[in-house]
């Protein structure tokens, strides 16, 4: 057993379109546990911070723009393997590849608004959840 923390959270798009429940609900039927979780705005300063990795990129601008644009919920999730599990049940990237039965393959419609977001690696982890939760 390796117990790790993750972050993710639930997009703009995720939260307008009402799926907040479904959301948890999967993580916790997976057998993860919410430890921490608050819904509010990103600062302009933490969205460049958490996507630093792709400043430059020409999708950067818009990007900050959509996760600064409404509330969010910001989550810190514990569990056996919990930073892949995390990922396996979003789902690809792009809504559009992500397979039936994940969280963008079945609520997401464009990579621009994929309904969440969660640490690719556990070193990420801890810089995510040093940004959001301080
Ligand atoms: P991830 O969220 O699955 O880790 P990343 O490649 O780290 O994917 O990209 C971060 C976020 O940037 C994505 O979730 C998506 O919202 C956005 N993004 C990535 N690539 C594109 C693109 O080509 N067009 C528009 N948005 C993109
Ligand atoms: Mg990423």
């Not at 969010?72 to 599990?85: F, L």
């Amino acid at each position: 057993m390796t117990i790790q923390k993750t972050y993710t959270m639930i997009k703009p798009d995720g939260v307008r379109n009402g799926h907040i429940g479904e959301i948890v609900n999967r993580f916790e039927r997976a057998g993860l546990t919410v430890e921490r979780m608050e819904l509010g705005e990103v600062t302009a300063e933490q969205a460049r911070e958490n996507y630093k990795e792709h400043e430059g990129k020409p999708f950067y601008d818009g990007l900050i723009s959509y996760i600064t644009s409404g509330p969010v919920v910001k989550m810190v999730i514990s569990g056996d393997g919990a930073v892949a599990k995390c990922r396996s049940l979003m789902g690809a990237t792009n809504p559009a590849e992500a397979a039936p039965g994940t969280i963008r393959g079945d609520f997401g419609l464009i990579m621009d608004e994929n309904v969440i977001h969660g640490s690719d690696s556990p070193e990420s982890a801890e810089r995510e959840i040093a940004i959001f939760f301080g």
